[in-house]
């Protein structure tokens, strides 16, 4: 296993030690069952991809409005959101599930 890799138990055992890590600058990954299911990392790291994730979906939205594609209105927008996961609720699905 990868040196920056640790169980479930490990992270929980040494949790401190690993947000140490993660202060100076080195990530863990966390595994279950040997399979990688979160990372403790660096918060620069962190606000470093979300500011990523929100230039990217604002770049998109820019094409589509360039490309006179459809708007929605913000109460449009949310009864959307609140449709879906009223219905992911009702069919037991996780609402942050793909």
């Not at 990688?36 to 660096?42: D, E, G, I, K, Y």
């Given at each position: 296993?990868?040196?920056?890799?640790?169980?479930?138990?490990?992270?929980?055992?040494?949790?401190?030690?690993?947000?140490?890590?993660?202060?100076?600058g080195s990530p863990t990954i966390i595994t279950r069952n040997?399979?990688?299911?979160?990372?403790?990392?660096?918060?620069?790291?962190?606000?470093?991809?979300?500011?990523?994730?929100?230039?990217?979906?604002?770049?998109?939205?820019?094409?589509?409005?360039?490309?006179?594609?459809?708007?929605?209105?913000?109460?449009?927008?949310?009864?959307?959101?609140?449709?879906?996961?009223?219905?992911?609720?009702?069919?037991?699905?996780?609402?942050?599930?793909?």
């Open positions: 296993m990868d040196e920056s890799a640790v169980t479930v138990r490990e992270a929980r055992a040494h949790l401190a030690d690993h947000i140490n890590r993660a202060e100076q040997g399979a990688p299911v979160a990372a403790l990392v660096p918060i620069a790291d962190f606000n470093a991809l979300e500011d990523a994730a929100d230039e990217l979906l604002a770049r998109e939205a820019e094409a589509v409005l360039a490309e006179g594609g459809p708007t929605v209105t913000m109460a449009e927008l949310l009864a959307d959101l609140f449709t879906e996961r009223d219905a992911d609720r009702d069919t037991g699905r996780d609402a942050g599930a793909a």
